[in-house]
Nanobody, 122 residues
Framework: VQLQASGGGLVQAGGSLRLSCGAS????????MAWFRQAPGKEREFVAF????????YYADSVKGRFTISREPNKNTAYLQMNNLKPEDTAVYHC????????????????WGAGTQVTVSS
């Protein structure tokens, strides 16, 4: 399964972006999906999770109330709506699919996309 993330860019603090993650295979192969991010010099960290049906979501405390993850039930595309962006949100955002472990652990996913850069200026 190949994942393609898109939608990143440069935005001012307080602005919004919408990321998309499309998979090359049907949702039966992608399973649960998630977004992680990695800033320079830091470890990859969990951002948000959505299950296959789209009805269960989890968020990192740092993005609760600002980010929304979604997907159409049993579809192979996930989205991350990011509002009220802050400079500390600057990172490469990666989508992950096919959960095989913990939902908030990078080791818990089998498939990864290359990532899309999000830069928030102050």
């Amino acid at each position: 399964v190949q994942l393609q993330a898109s939608g990143g860019g440069l935005v001012q603090a307080g602005g919004s972006l919408r990321l998309s993650c499309g998979a090359s295979r049907p949702s039966s192969s992608t399973g649960d999906m998630a977004w992680f991010r990695q800033a320079p010099g830091k470890e990859r960290e969990f951002v948000a999770f959505v299950n296959l049906g789209g009805g269960t979501t989890y968020y990192a405390d740092s993005v609760k109330g600002r980010f929304t993850i979604s997907r159409e039930p049993n579809k192979n595309t996930a989205y991350l709506q990011m509002n009220n962006l802050k400079p500390e949100d600057t990172a490469v955002y990666h989508c992950a699919a096919r959960r095989i472990g913990s939902s908030n652990d990078p080791r818990g996913y089998r498939y990864w996309g290359a990532g899309t850069q999000v830069t928030v200026s102050s």
